[in-house]
């Protein structure tokens, strides 16, 4: 007896956490291409309302002679969807009348309202008799927004006969069954796997639609394998060092790239005129082509300048040292040459103020003389010719003293 009892709460609790899938369209927002008259508007096919006569203003008709009609339902967000179901005018004369108007019908789920953009879920041409019937359920296991039915008569096209010559809807019901927010199974709803993109995925079988990226398998519950990364994993690796994987979610080479290669995700070569790991390396000088060199061994392109060799032409040919000796030699000798003009300009500078000391001008002005010497060096307290006749000076002296 407590056996029966704990099986029935099991029952109960796995009941009551879950949910019957339901008609997500009812009495959502619904458009369409044209209205025959008031009270056939679009939202009257998703009204909750199943009856099939048209008189009892229950169903959404399109204007007659037009070459396509449509009408979707928003059912406000992404839901997973399972089945939909039509009921389209019956009345008595469906058979001869109204199934020509129905045949060839298109239904779409979309994120959008473009239908182009969504899924097919059925379309046919068929004289099968008695098709397409006034009810269809149509199993469609997809997730989107927007139920989309269409219907064309393109004059280039031949149609069955019993097709009518004009595309009209006049659709009194349309149903769509699933879960709101989860999958469907075996007519219930319950979460979908964690794992897929969005929490979308197969309303029946649980399968995701997308993997986040990085992931792969039917439950996106793998990493993507080695060599790729990204969406659907279809990203390829770059050159990674040492070989290794890359992220696979980025693609981005955690530990750097192989020698030659840069950038994030290390699919792009170094810059010209650099190698090597982390192209840090510069292309010789002394390659044919200067500073062209691979991009990964730094082997110059079209040999070497003359009087050079090897892979990098930093070998001398007949010449005991290398590349580096001569950057070296040259370096020393531009060092030398500019420490020796610095030093014999300083020498230069110095003797010349030790000769001549502090310079002083002496102007003298007289109506007859004009005298600018700056000949005169200070010695003690007074001024002492260093190159002129004491006499010369004696004589500008005595003018200057005997001038009027």
């Known amino acids: ?49 199943r009856l099939t006569n048209v008189n009892k203003n229950s169903c959404a008709v399109t ?45 779409y789920i979309s994120n959008v309202t473009d239908r182009h953009k969504g899924k097919l879920c059925y379309h046919a041409l068929t004289e099968r008799p008695g098709y397409p019937t006034p009810v269809m359920a149509l199993t469609c296991d997809t997730w989107g927004r927007y139920v989309i039915i269409y219907n064309e008569r393109n004059p280039e096209v031949t149609y069955p006969p019993f097709y009518s010559n004009i595309a009209i809807l006049e659709l009194c019901e349309v149903e769509v069954y699933g879960c709101p927010d989860t999958l469907q199974s075996e007519g219930e709803c319950v979460d979908c796997p964690n794992t897929c993109k969005d929490g979308l995925c197969n309303v029946t079988t649980g399968t995701c639609f997308l993997c986040p990226h990085g992931f792969t398998g039917d439950y996106c519950n793998e990493t993507c394998g080695p060599g790729s990364h990204g969406h659907l994993c279809s990203g390829e690796c770059g050159f990674c060092r040492d070989g290794e994987p890359c992220d696979h979610v980025t693609g981005f080479c955690l530990n750097g790239c192989a020698d030659g290669m840069r950038g994030d995700k290390c699919t792009d070569v170094c810059e010209p005129g650099t190698y090597g790991q982390n192209c840090t390396k510069e292309c010789g ?97 007074g001024y002492h010719n260093d190159g002129l006749q004491d006499g010369l000076v004696e004589n500008i002296y005595d003018g200057y003293e005997n001038s009027p």
């Open 1 to 49: 007896m407590m056996l029966i009892v704990y099986m029935y709460l099991i029952v109960f609790c796995i009941i009551g956490d879950s949910k019957e899938l339901e008609n997500l369209a009812l009495k959502k927002h619904a458009v369409q291409s044209s209205t025959y008259r008031k009270g056939w508007e679009a939202e009257k096919a998703v009204d909750g309302k």
């Open 285 to 381: 000088i002394f390659c044919k082509r200067s500073r062209v060199c691979h991009h990964v061994t730094g082997k110059c392109h079209d040999g070497c300048k003359k009087g050079f060799r090897g892979d990098t032409c930093e070998e001398t040919k007949g010449f005991p040292f290398g590349v580096d000796f001569i950057y070296g030699l040259v370096g020393l000798t531009i060092t030398v040459i500019v420490l020796n003009i610095v030093f014999f300009t300083v020498l230069l500078v110095w003797r010349f103020t030790k000769k001549t000391g502090n310079i002083v001008t002496i102007n003298f002005k007289h109506p007859k003389y004009t005298f600018n010497n700056k000949a005169f060096k200070s010695e003690g307290e």
């Open 63 to 107: 204007h007659t002679g037009k070459t396509n009609a449509s009408w979707y339902v928003d059912l406000e967000k992404i839901v997973g969807i399972h089945q939909v179901r039509i009921y389209y005018r019956e009345q008595r004369y469906y058979e001869a009348h109204y199934r020509g108007r129905f045949a060839g019908f298109y239904l």
